[in-house]
């Protein structure tokens, strides 16, 4: 069985700092990661995703996450964060093989100006 | 191209009534998840459809029940509502399965009184 822990329930920053959202996971097998995010009143949208190859994975909008399996961690971080970025980020994992994906319990990222 | 609909968004029942939630994937999509999120347990897997089949559930009592139709929209039926299942009833598709990643829809928001 797989299990997401999101380290931080709420992450204040101000417009235009780094932020990192973090993420562990823990799964006896291989696993596919996800990171979403909901915007208030919307359904999860996929922001990125890990399969395999490359640790470090990047989204159209400037965020990127690294696979690191040794310490079965998959942050998403950005260098320069909008007002526009603030909303609810999921981490999800998966098992390769079966049907059914795991949500952590959500970061909220708060930007102020 | 159409995203994944979920009627109705909105939703208010008694307790003890029953409640029929729907969702239309996108075009293509053969598999159909279905999640519950509360503030309090986040998002919830509740039953994932693959071609008509279920492949998956989570640990939901016996009172959930879903299916998928040969078009691959997918319905969910809650019996005898509690207080408790006041949710958002998210709905996500995908391709063939998690690989893809899911798409969700916009989710429906279940009130029980």
């Known amino acids: 069985a797989q299990s997401v822990t999101q380290l931080d329930s709420q992450v204040p920053v101000f417009e235009e700092a780094p932020v990192e959202l973090r993420c562990n996971y823990s799964s006896s097998v291989s696993v596919y990661l996800f990171w979403y995010v909901q915007y208030p009143n919307q359904g999860l949208q996929l922001l990125l995703k890990?399969?395999?190859?490359?640790?470090l994975v990047e989204s159209i909008n400037g965020f990127e996450a690294e696979f690191n399996k040794s310490q079965t961690s998959f942050h998403l971080r950005k260098p320069s964060v909008h007002i526009s970025d603030t909303a609810e980020y999921f981490c999800a994992v998966s098992d390769t093989g079966g049907f059914k994906t795991i949500f952590g319990a959500g970061t909220r990222l708060f930007v102020k100006a | 191209k159409a995203g994944v609909t979920q009627t109705p968004r909105y939703l208010i029942k008694t307790r003890g009534q029953q409640v029929t939630l729907s969702c239309s994937p996108i075009s293509g999509h053969r598999s159909v998840s279905w999640y519950q999120q509360t503030p309090g347990q986040g998002l919830q897997f509740l039953f994932e459809?693959?071609?008509?089949?279920?492949?998956n559930k989570g640990n939901f009592p016996g009172r959930f029940s879903g299916r998928q139709f040969s078009n691959s929209r997918s319905e969910m039926n809650v019996s005898t509502l509690e207080l408790g299942d006041s949710a958002l009833y998210l709905c996500?598709?995908?391709?063939?399965?998690?690989?893809?990643?899911?798409?969700f829809g916009s989710g429906t928001r279940l009130t029980v009184v």
């Open positions: 459809y693959f071609s008509e089949t279920q492949r």
């Open positions: 890990y399969l395999s190859g490359s640790t």
């Open positions: 996500a598709s995908s391709l063939e399965g998690q690989f893809y990643g899911y798409t």
